[in-house]
C-alpha cells in the first residue's frame, strides 16, 4: 500500500485491493473490473480530510497510525499549533520579541531571518564602536516534535567576536591607507 501526499488537506491512497469506499473518489472503483480510467493504472482514492465528516478519519485510523496522520497534517498536531518562538537576547531591534507561531515548514525561513538581523544590528554595533568583526556565526538548532515526527527549527544562536581598533595600537588616521582598493 503506498501514500502520496498531494497538500496539506489531501492524501492519496493507492491500493487496487480496496474495496469502494464512501470517501471522495478520482474515478469510479469496481474490485471486479480490471479496467481503469487512467490508463491501466491502480485506482486512486483520494480522501479529503476537510470533507465528509467523521467516517473519512475513521478509515484513515484504521489503516495508518495518529502519528503518521499527524505527520501528513490530516490531524492537527497540538504541539505544532501550539508552539510559540521568543528571542531572548537583549537586541532591541529583532523580530519575535513578543511570542509568535510559526508553521513547522516555515521555522528554518523565519529562524534563519531572525538570526541574520542579529548579524546585521552586531556589525551596525561594531561600526558605530569603531571595531573590527574578527568572527561571525549563526548555529540552527533543529527538533523532532515528540507528538507527529515533525522536524523543526527549534532555535538559533547568532556569535559575534570583536576588538577595538585601538587595541591594535593604532588611531584612525593610521588605518585609514591600510584599506586598498583593487582595481582592474
Known amino acids: 500500500m503506498g501514500i502520496n501526499i498531494c ?19 478520482d474515478m469510479p ?3 471486479s473490473d480490471n479496467t481503469t480510467d487512467n ?6 482514492i483520494t480522501v479529503d ?11 484513515l485510523k484504521s489503516i ?8 501528513l497534517g490530516i490531524i492537527e498536531c497540538q504541539t505544532c499549533a501550539n508552539r510559540t ?18 508553521n513547522p515548514e516555515q521555522s528554518e525561513n523565519a529562524v534563519m531571518g531572525h538570526e541574520m538581523e542579529h548579524v546585521a544590528n552586531e556589525k551596525a554595533d561594531a561600526i558605530a564602536e569603531g571595531s573590527e568583526i ?3 556565526s549563526v548555529s540552527i538548532h533543529r527538533a523532532v516534535c515528540p507528538e507527529c515526527g515533525v ?17 591594535y595600537g593604532l588611531s584612525d588616521e593610521m588605518t585609514k591607507g591600510l584599506a586598498i582598493d583593487k582595481k582592474g
Do not use: H
Open 7 to 25: 497538500g496539506r488537506d489531501c492524501m492519496k491512497i493507492d491500493n487496487s485491493n480496496i474495496p469502494q469506499l464512501n470517501i471522495g473518489i
Open 29 to 31: 472503483i469496481n474490485p
Open 39 to 44: 490508463g491501466g493504472q491502480n485506482p486512486v
Open 49 to 59: 480530510s476537510t470533507a465528509g465528516g467523521p467516517g473519512n478519519i475513521d478509515v
Open 64 to 71: 495508518y497510525s495518529e502519528q503518521q496522520l499527524k505527520k
Open 85 to 102: 518562538y521568543v528571542d531572548g537576547s537583549d537586541d532591541a531591534g529583532v523580530s519575535f520579541k513578543t511570542p509568535t507561531q510559526v
Open 134 to 136: 574578527i568572527a561571525q
Open 151 to 167: 522536524s523543526y527549527v527549534a532555535g538559533g544562536v547568532t556569535s559575534t567576536t570583536t576588538k577595538k581598533k585601538s587595541d
